[in-house]
């Protein structure tokens, strides 16, 4: 079961919320509501707005809102489902705004999670339906409106880029004309939604609706939010990941101009300041003694050795086909390689941030919040009040690669803890860079064993493989989804090969640290689609096989998508098998994606030139975004293959601070890319983060079969040298 699948069954079985299918929820009346959400119930709708159902409002101006469940980070949610209702409604696409929708789960559930959440890259997939028939919903009463206002039927009414027209009379009418009027229409049940060849926006490269605003500034990220009496907090946490405080001063720290008050919180001690670099200057002043009995206190090096020798076993089964360990002593050759993946940071842009604004038995709350739902509990539970006095606004952010997306909700809590400890007022908590990168939740530390056996012609008959590693569910919430102790978000991507392989085994053996860890972009695909993809590519070469021709040659039927898409990039580079080169392919989150890289020697370096991408995700909603995220995914996973760890020295202290130890792929590394969406009729899938998994194998590929070398070890570049 992949991971995607598991943080769906968990979401549904938390009893938070409602799972809502493509059956649209109708509107909430502020009546359903009270206290501080009472507003955001409604989305704030102006006198004359049409709102045909929670997702929709068209203003007397033509202007049409889509409030979008999904937090927007880059990803492309705003302009995806915005597409979706504007191809329904035939509107044209420079009316379309987007904005965050409120926090409600009955209305906005993840269709795939069951609470209001965005993650797996389900944003597109679960919306799909849901949104055209929203869309569908809101033209059938607009047109009903237009048949009563024309006096003609309404099967005689056209609707084009946002005007409804009666031809034979000549009448016409705008969305905004009728927009009063199309409020008094009952609502369809089930609208019926267009066939794929009546498309005039799906699939086209419509601009991004958030594009202008952020280039212009007038986009309100969590740091533009300010009010009135605000302070801004940070917070001295343990240097050592586990520890606790014992004890701290703070006088020295209130002697500096603008701090007013220092508060130990669970979480460490908080300086709050009149403004940010008051904070800063504040926790630089403090002093404060730890308690490290329960802390991590190996190195990373240390851990490794651990992790190593884990691997070195069988560890708990996860899959088995036929019995590999006799094959591999059947077997004429034989090949073991034990491949080891750092800690990784997300490091997105804007680090974490929060305005919690407490005004006696209610709160206030803008964060990047990706999963509103779970964030929302955190808060009420910490700060002592029921969930239904506290709106929590869900704000842009700038990226998150999985880090906004905690199952402990542990930043969500900081943030109540913090503004508890100084009482009624806003106060804004920022993490730093350097708090980020040294604040855990990282992807983990994980080690592969793989053995593999070929027979006398060069057939693969054997595939033994044991991953280590630290589970991201135990000792959270997702915990009761660990069927049978195992954790999928551990060896997703490897208990399934679309292989055929007659014996294969993979076991996993659960590590145990208190860092804490987190999904990072693609999650387990992040490590086992290299594991794999490296692996295959060497037993090919030992039986004497092509790197392309041989996996085609053992993909059967039930794997025709991977065989389309490692064509394609084949086909795209030109490929011959020459040196240089390398391919993978790897299917997550439901799609589909193969790459070509082609790599060059600079100095005992890597340097990536070319990277061909071909990808299936189904529907291409919106080509540019989907290019845009294999392009990222792409740039993000040749980043973390050839540069970066996050590594504890001495004592368990994280090494790395900022992006000068933790470096980022410059601008003239980056490798020049081409992508191939294949034309699909199958419903959409994620992109957010399947074209980062088969960048660093097919990296990988191409360096060995450039220089001999092989690459055991991630990143490629020793620390040293980066």
Known sequence: MTNQSNRRAFLKGTGAGLVVGVMLPGMAKATQKSGATAALATGDVAKGTFSPNAFIRIAPDDTVTVLIKHIEFGQGPYTGLSTLVAEELDADWGQMRATAAPTDVTLYANTAFGVQGTGGSTAMPNSYMQMRKAGAAARAMLVSAAADRFDVPATEITVTKGVLRHEASGQSATFGDLAEAASQVEPPVDPPVKDAKDFTLIGTDVPKV??????????????????????????????????????????????????????????????????????????????????????????????????????????????????????????????????????????PMEPLDAVVELRGDEAEIWMGSQIQTIDHGAIAATLGLPQDKIALHTMLAGGSFGRRATGD??????????????????????????????????????????????????????????????????????????????????????????????????????????????????????????????????????????????????????????????????????????????????????????????????????????????????????????????????????????????????????????WDTYRMLRINEMPNIEVSIIDSQENPTGVGEPGLPPLSPALANAWRSLTGKRTDTLPMVPIAQV
């Not at 006088?251 to 800063?280: C, D, H, M, S, W």
């Open 210 to 347: 958030d594009s202008r605003a952020k280039a212009t500034g007038k986009a309100e990220f969590t740091l533009d939010v300010y009010r009135e009496g605000m302070l801004t907090a940070t917070v001295l946490h343990p240097p050592k990941f586990g520890a606790t405080l014992k004890s701290h001063d703070g006088r020295e720290a209130l002697k500096i101009p603008g701090v007013v008050k220092v508060a130990a919180v669970p979480q460490g001690v908080a300086v709050y300041g009149e403004n940010t670099f008051a904070a800063l200057k504040g926790r630089a002043a403090i002093t404060a003694e730890w308690d490290d009995s329960a802390a991590e206190t190996r190195s990373s090096d240390q851990m490794m050795t651990e992790w190593t020798e884990a691997a070195q076993g069988d560890g708990n089964q996860v899959a088995r086909r036929g019995d590999a360990k006799k094959a591999l002593g059947e077997a004429a050759t034989t090949h073991e390689v034990t491949l080891k993946f750092p800690f990784l940071a997300h490091t």
């Open 409 to 658: 909700a542990h930043f969500a809590v900081e943030a109540a803890s913090v503004a508890k400890a100084r009482g009624d007022g806003a106060t804004k908590l920022l993490w730093t860079r350097e708090d980020d990168l040294r604040g855990g939740y990282y992807r983990p530390l994980t080690v592969h064993r793989m053995k593999g056996g070929l027979d006398a012609e060069g057939k693969i008959t054997a595939w033994d493989h044991t991953i280590a590693t630290q589970s991201i569910m135990a000792g959270t919430p997702f915990e009761m989804m660990m069927k049978d102790g195992l954790d999928p978000t551990a060896f997703e991507g490897a208990q399934a090969l679309p292989y055929t392989v007659p014996n294969h085994r993979l076991g996993w053996a659960q590590m145990k640290s208190p860092v804490p860890v987190l999904w990072w972009r693609s999650v387990g695909h992040t490590h086992t689609g290299h594991a794999v993809e490296t692996f295959i590519d060497e037993l090919l070469e030992k039986g004497g096989k092509d790197a392309v021709d041989g996996r085609l040659a053992l993909m059967d039927d039930s794997y025709a998508r991977e065989a389309a898409v490692l064509e394609r990039a084949a086909e795209m580079a030109g490929w011959s098998g020459q040196k240089g080169y390398g391919v993978a392919v790897v299917k997550s989150f439901d799609s589909y994606v193969a790459q070509v890289a082609e790599v060059e020697d600079r100095d005992g370096i890597p340097h990536i030139r070319n990277v061909w991408c071909a990808v299936d995700c189904g529907v291409a909603v919106n080509p540019n975004v989907i290019r845009a995220q294999m392009e990222g995914g792409i740039g993000y996973g040749a980043s973390a293959a050839l540069f970066d760890a996050i590594t504890l020295g001495e004592g368990g202290i994280v090494q790395q601070e900022n």
